[in-house]
């Protein structure tokens, strides 16, 4: 089947035309060289997805405006400085209720962008939102958050985004109407569209690529375990959330990864090509990443592995036609190199168009 659906894309991708941007970036792991890979490229997850590809798929409610120091209001010094609108065009506040005391949770309200689609074709609404955070939080958003057999009180991954502070701050969330969704907050915190505009989790997939949730499964990876090491410290997914849940109380969920990279943002990602010449489309990453190496203690280095040794050496976008942002080129290549000589080497002689990233 993968080898029919590579003869496929090869063809496919014999005939795609126009303007192709070639890049080499830099990864978590360094430069982006033979025997490293951009992973599966879950947007709400961590490794082995890169960060530096979330921009080209995926977008957020709100996004990161370098350029306007002022933000969406255009008023420097308050909470949206550095920021404008993406899939959320604008929002409104009870702050000043808050302030007066009439109201005790934050609660912010945004108006989506309409006529937006998923790649495959899913609309985005609230209901894809509220979907989505779901899974990114771990719960369904009916405050007041839960309380585990534990005795810790709180939405399922919290701790695995303990790095923003909003989560820590999150009392729910739920549509409101189609196109209205509202974020509820213990008390006013002030970064909380800025972190939004961070480059994960915090971005939208069709829910037809995401788990049931209600079957207690989510879309962080689930990572499949190989090597002499024992594993009975949880130090290899899929351990249940919230660490110390109760399964007899229904209070488990499972990561259990995603079906594909599918996304709103103004590129979408086709397929992989191996050293080998095969070419893996973007539906096969899942079943191809989330291994971790126990042949060395924990914690386990996450890694997507293919046949007979084969590694990445290009991973093809293609441009969404019609998306608003209309970016410049038909197709973004990222290119693998041995080492930075040959990185060098690619840019001199024109083959290569940009190097940027850690390392690079």
């Known amino acids: 089947l993968l080898l029919t659906r590579s003869l496929l894309l090869c063809a496919s991708m014999a005939s795609v035309a126009g303007t192709t941007l070639r890049i080499n970036v830099g990864t978590q792991k360094g430069s982006f060289k033979t025997g490293d890979d951009v992973g599966e490229l879950n947007a709400h997850d961590y490794r082995p997805g890169e960060f530096v590809t979330n921009d080209f798929i995926y977008e957020g409610l709100t996004e990161w405006d370098?350029?306007?120091?002022?933000?969406?209001?255009?008023?420097?010094?308050?909470?949206?400085?550095?920021?404008?609108?993406?899939?959320?065009?604008?929002?409104?506040?009870?702050?000043?209720?808050?302030?007066?005391g009439t109201e005790t949770r934050y609660e912010i309200t945004f108006t989506l962008r309409q006529g937006v689609t998923f790649h495959d074709g899913q609309p985005?609404?609230?209901?894809?939102?509220?979907t989505n955070f779901d899974h990114i939080?771990?719960?369904?958003?009916?405050?007041?958050?839960?309380?585990?057999?534990?005795g810790k009180i709180g939405w399922a991954l919290t701790g695995l985004h303990d790095w923003m502070g909003f989560t820590q701050q999150t009392y729910g969330w739920k549509a409101v109407g189609d196109m209205q969704f509202k974020l509820t907050l213990n008390t006013y915190y002030e970064a909380v569209f800025r972190e939004l505009a961070v480059i994960r989790?915090?971005?939208?997939?069709?829910?037809?690529?995401?788990?049931?949730?209600?079957?207690?499964?989510?879309?962080?990876?689930?990572?499949?375990?190989?090597?002499?090491?024992?594993?009975?410290?949880?130090?290899?997914?899929p351990r249940p959330f919230p660490v110390g849940c109760d399964a007899n109380l229904g209070e488990c969920y499972t990561p259990s990864g995603i079906k594909e990279p599918v996304g709103t943002g103004p590129y979408k990602v086709v397929s992989k090509t191996l050293s080998n010449g095969v070419v893996v489309p973007a539906s096969d990453f899942n079943d191809l990443c989330f291994f971790a190496d126990t042949s060395s203690p924990p914690p386990y280095l996450e890694e997507c592995r293919y046949a007979n040794g084969a590694t990445v050496s290009e991973v093809l976008f293609t441009k969404v036609d019609g998306h608003?942002?209309?970016?410049?080129?038909?197709?973004?290549?990222?290119?693998?190199?041995?080492?930075?000589?040959?990185?060098?080497a690619s840019l001199q002689d024109g083959s290569l168009d940009i190097a940027y990233g850690v390392n690079s």
Not at 137 to 150: E, R
């Open 66 to 100: 370098g350029e306007h120091t002022s933000g969406a209001d255009g008023i420097a010094g308050n909470d949206d400085d550095f920021v404008k609108p993406s899939l959320a065009t604008s929002w409104t506040t009870n702050y000043d209720a808050l302030v007066a």
């Open 124 to 130: 985005w609404n609230a209901a894809a939102c509220k």
């Open 137 to 150: 939080m771990g719960g369904d958003g009916v405050g007041p958050p839960p309380s585990y057999g534990n």
């Open 201 to 237: 989790p915090f971005r939208m997939m069709s829910p037809l690529v995401l788990p049931s949730i209600a079957d207690m499964k989510l879309s962080h990876n689930r990572f499949r375990c190989e090597g002499p090491h024992p594993r009975d410290d949880d130090s290899c997914f």
């Open 324 to 344: 608003r942002k209309n970016p410049t080129y038909d197709n973004v290549v990222l290119q693998s190199y041995a080492n930075v000589k040959a990185v060098k």
